[in-house]
Nanobody, 126 residues
Framework: QVQLVESGGGSVQSGGSLKLTCTAS????????MAWFRQVPGKDREGVAT????????YFGDFTRGRFRVSGDPAKTTSDLLMDNLTPEDTATYFC???????????????????WGQGIQVTVSS
C-alpha cells in the first residue's frame, strides 16, 4: 500500500524559505511521476512541480519561476520542494501526489494522480 507523507511546512515571513519533503512508502517511484500541488480555500488545486524518476523536474505556473526547485532521492523515496523568496500569495495547503508510471508529469492535473498525501500547511506572513 502506497502512502505519501508531507513534512516541513509551517509559518515563515515574507522573503523566507521552506523545504517540503514528501516521503513515500510502499512505492518505488522508478520511471514514475511524483508531483506537488497546492490549494487555497475556495480555489482549485493547482500543480506546482513534477518529478520524473526522482531526477527530472518540471515547473508549472509563473509563480514558481526562479523560486521553487524540486528534487528527489530514490534511495529514500522522497521528493523535496524547496521554496525561496516566499510571499503571502504562496500561503496554501501543499500536497504530494504520485503515480506508478509517468502519467501526469507533463501536465499535472488532480484527476491524473492515483496517490495523495494528506497535505501540509504553508503560511507566509507579510
Amino acid at each position: 500500500q502506497v502512502q505519501l507523507v508531507e513534512s516541513g511546512g509551517g509559518s515563515v515571513q515574507s522573503g523566507g524559505s521552506l523545504k517540503l519533503t514528501c516521503t513515500a512508502s510502499g512505492y518505488s517511484g522508478r520511471r514514475a511521476c511524483m508531483a506537488w500541488f497546492r490549494q487555497v480555500p475556495g480555489k482549485d488545486r493547482e500543480g506546482v512541480a513534477t518529478l520524473y524518476d526522482f531526477r527530472v523536474g518540471q515547473y508549472f505556473g509563473d509563480f514558481t519561476r526562479g523560486r521553487f526547485r524540486v528534487s528527489g532521492d530514490p534511495a529514500k523515496t522522497t521528493s523535496d520542494l524547496l521554496m525561496d523568496n516566499l510571499t503571502p500569495e504562496d500561503t496554501a495547503t501543499y500536497f504530494c501526489a504520485a503515480n506508478d508510471d509517468p502519467t501526469g508529469c507533463n501536465r499535472p492535473l488532480v484527476t491524473r494522480f492515483k496517490y495523495w498525501g494528506q497535505g501540509i500547511q504553508v503560511t507566509v506572513s507579510s
